[in-house]
């Protein structure tokens, strides 16, 4: 759908938006445009900006081919957890802002509700979503890359239609971690799973305290859990842990993440990377232009251009009401339809490429997950779970 050419004058314009934007957040009163990108200015997350910004960019070259006014946008550094707001003051605000991955949402729904702006969340996925909506300024945030729990719900529905749904239940005792295994435990029980033993929520396994694992071992052996579910971050110190320990036979490793190293046990676990309706395009668009294989982070890039991209049309779109050409109730068109259809004053949905788009502000969008199986020979077995399409 796009040329070297075109996409060319489109990076020019992108140059010129990022040396406004490293300037805007210190200057007094410059042009608001119809977008602002905040991304991190230093630390392990500041290298997620390229990603974001090609995915960004293409949808606006995408969006423009078709007939859409050129956008306005520009890009400013913050770092990492700061208040936004601090760096903001002086600054003329678009009707469209981008937050950081990691923004703190306290006070970003503080700015949204000071200033009266949408704001699209495009990396936000963690423990912190599940708190959203009771944040002041909530109603004008919008994550659009579905939250950790989807990934949950995605392993339940693989275990329920395995028919296991016996198991223990172990977690690192991070913050995050337990709210997922909160979830797991809640999800399974409504959908007839049994947590055995003693426990009545997720145990706490200290991988350094070798009494904790020989218990463990002990009562696996003892009760004959169809599942281990274990909810750490992959090779942690947990994740290692259990994996060195011997098993009973035919009791299968759970995993919020993607099984990859082999096991004396089959594992299953969740892909990190989400997808929607519009991937496959997405994807085959990305690579043509970049030369690699894009992930999460350019599909929330892309995504999120496209909802800037309806925003640029005037229709029912106002510097209060940045989201106003967006409907998720709709069903999910092509950039170029969209772009007709905003022509015409209505609303519209993109297909998105990391989600299903039907996002709300403050409720994440549904996506397609992909469940892999790991065999003990290795053979690999993968199933896609598409929860909350219409």
Do not use: H
Not at 20 to 32: H, M, N
Not at 269 to 281: L, R
Not at 309 to 324: C, F, H, I, Q
Request: glycine share 8%; aromatic share 6%.
């Amino acid at each position: 759908m796009t040329t070297n050419k075109n996409f060319a004058a489109l990076q020019i314009a992108g140059v010129l938006a990022a040396l406004l934007g490293s300037q805007s957040l210190v200057a007094s009163e410059p042009l608001a445009g119809n977008a602002l990108i905040l991304l991190p200015s230093e630390g392990a997350i500041a290298g997620l900006g390229d990603g974001l910004r090609r995915g960004f960019g293409l949808a606006q070259e995408q969006s423009q081919l078709c007939g859409a006014p050129s956008t306005q946008w520009s890009i400013g550094w913050i770092k990492p957890g700061s208040d936004p707001a601090n760096q903001l003051s002086k600054r003329k605000l678009p009707p469209l802002l981008l937050a950081p991955p990691a923004t703190p949402l306290v006070e970003t729904g503080l700015l949204a509700a000071s200033e009266q702006r949408q704001i699209i969340l495009p990396l936000q996925r963690g423990a912190s979503l599940q708190q959203l909506a009771s944040r002041r300024g909530s109603d004008q945030l919008w994550p659009i890359t579905p939250a950790r729990s989807l990934e949950i719900d995605a392993l339940v529905k693989t275990m329920v239609q395995a028919n296991l749904r016996s198991f223990l239940l172990i977690s690192d005792g991070s913050a995050e971690q337990q709210l997922l295994a909160d979830r797991f435990l809640e999800t399974m029980r409504i959908n007839g799973g049994v947590l055995l033993g003693t426990d009545i929520k997720a145990r706490l396994i200290d991988p350094n305290k070798p009494k904790d694992l020989q218990l463990l071992v002990s009562d696996a052996e003892w009760f004959q859990p169809a599942a281990l579910v274990v909810m750490s971050p992959q090779n942690s110190k947990l994740t290692l842990a259990v994996q060195a320990q011997t098993w009973p036979q035919d009791m299968r490793l759970a995993w919020n993440f993607p099984p990859k190293s082999l096991s004396k046990q089959v594992q299953i676990g969740v892909a990190e990377a989400s997808k929607g309706p519009g991937w496959k395009s997405f994807e085959l668009d990305f690579k043509k232009r970049f030369g690699y294989k894009p992930g999460t982070v350019e599909a929330a890039g892309y995504d999120a251009g496209q909802l800037v991209a309806l925003s640029v049309l005037p229709a029912k779109v106002s510097t209060r009401n940045g989201m106003g050409g967006f409907n998720p109730a709709l069903k999910p068109k092509s950039v170029c339809a969209n772009v007709k259809i905003r022509k015409k004053g209505d609303a519209a949905r993109p297909l998105g490429a990391i989600s299903n788009m039907d996002m709300k502000a403050a409720t994440p969008p549904t996506a397609q997950l992909d469940v892999i199986q790991l065999e003990v020979n290795g053979v690999q077995l993968q199933k896609a779970f598409n929860l909350g399409a219409n």
